[in-house]
C-alpha cells in the first residue's frame, strides 16, 4: 500500500470521526440525546413517585375503612359481651393454679360470652355478635403472651383462622358424645357461617 494511499485512509477516518464526533452537528446530537436519557429518566422517576403515592393513599384509605369499623364494633359492644369479660377475669384472679387455666374451654370465645349447646347456649344471633366482636377485639393483657399471639392481631387472617380452627377443634372433640350433638351442630354451624362472612372481608384488608 502506497503513502498516499495511507493518507487517504487517514483523511476519510478523520472526516468520519469529525463528522459523527467533532462537528457542530455531531456535538448537537450528543446532547440532544443526553436530554433525552435524562428527560426520559425524569419521567420515569415521576411515574414510579405517582405509584408510590397512590399506593400510599390507598393503603392510608383501606387502613381508615378498617379502623372505622373495628371502632363501630368495639363501641357497640353488647353488655352481655362485657359481662362474661368481667366474670371471665374475675374467675382467672381467684383460680390458684393458672398453668391448664387457658385452653380449648378458656378461650377468647369463651371470655367473650361465647356458649353452645340445647341448656346454657345463647341464641345463634348472640353467637354472631360474639364471633364478629372476637375477630376484632384485642384479646385482654391477663392471656398469656404467647396464647395472644397464637391468636394474632384483630382483623387479620391468623385470627380469623384461628376462630375457625378453635370452633372446628371443639366440634370434632365432641363428635361422638350423644349429650353434646347439639352443641357440636353449633360449633359447626358457627364456622360455616363465620367462614362466609368474614372470609373476603378479611383477605381485603390484609
Not at 375503612?65 to 377475669?89: C, D, H, T
Not at 393483657?141 to 382483623?155: A, E, L, Q, S, T
Not at 371443639?170 to 367462614?195: C, I, M, P, Q, Y
Request: proline share 3%; net charge positive.
Amino acid at each position: 500500500m502506497s503513502d498516499n494511499s495511507i493518507l487517504l485512509i487517514i483523511l476519510i477516518l478523520c472526516i468520519l470521526i469529525w463528522i459523527n464526533f467533532l462537528s457542530p452537528a455531531a456535538k448537537a446530537r450528543k446532547e440532544e440525546l443526553l436530554q433525552k436519557k435524562a428527560k426520559d429518566k425524569e419521567n420515569r422517576l415521576r411515574i414510579e413517585n405517582q405509584k408510590k403515592k397512590k399506593k400510599a393513599l390507598e393503603k392510608k384509605k383501606k387502613q381508615d375503612e378498617l379502623n372505622e369499623y373495628l371502632s363501630s364494633v368495639r363501641i357497640s359492644k353488647p353488655g352481655f359481651i362485657l359481662k362474661a369479660q368481667i366474670e371471665f377475669e374475675r374467675e382467672y384472679k381467684s383460680t390458684k393454679n393458672l398453668s391448664d387455666f387457658f385452653g380449648v374451654d378458656r378461650s377468647p370465645l369463651s371470655c367473650f360470652g361465647y356458649v353452645v349447646g340445647k341448656t346454657k347456649g345463647r341464641s345463634a344471633k348472640d353467637r354472631k355478635i360474639i364471633l364478629e366482636y372476637s375477630l376484632c377485639a384485642v384479646i385482654p393483657n391477663f392471656f398469656p403472651k404467647n396464647y395472644r399471639n397464637d391468636w394474632g392481631d384483630p382483623f387479620t387472617l391468623k385470627r380469623f383462622n384461628k376462630i375457625i380452627s378453635h370452633l372446628t377443634a371443639l366440634a370434632d372433640l365432641r363428635e361422638n358424645r350423644k349429650s353434646l350433638e347439639v352443641a357440636v351442630g353449633h360449633w359447626r354451624t358457627d364456622a360455616e357461617w363465620f367462614s362466609k362472612s368474614f372470609h373476603e372481608k378479611v383477605r381485603k384488608f390484609t
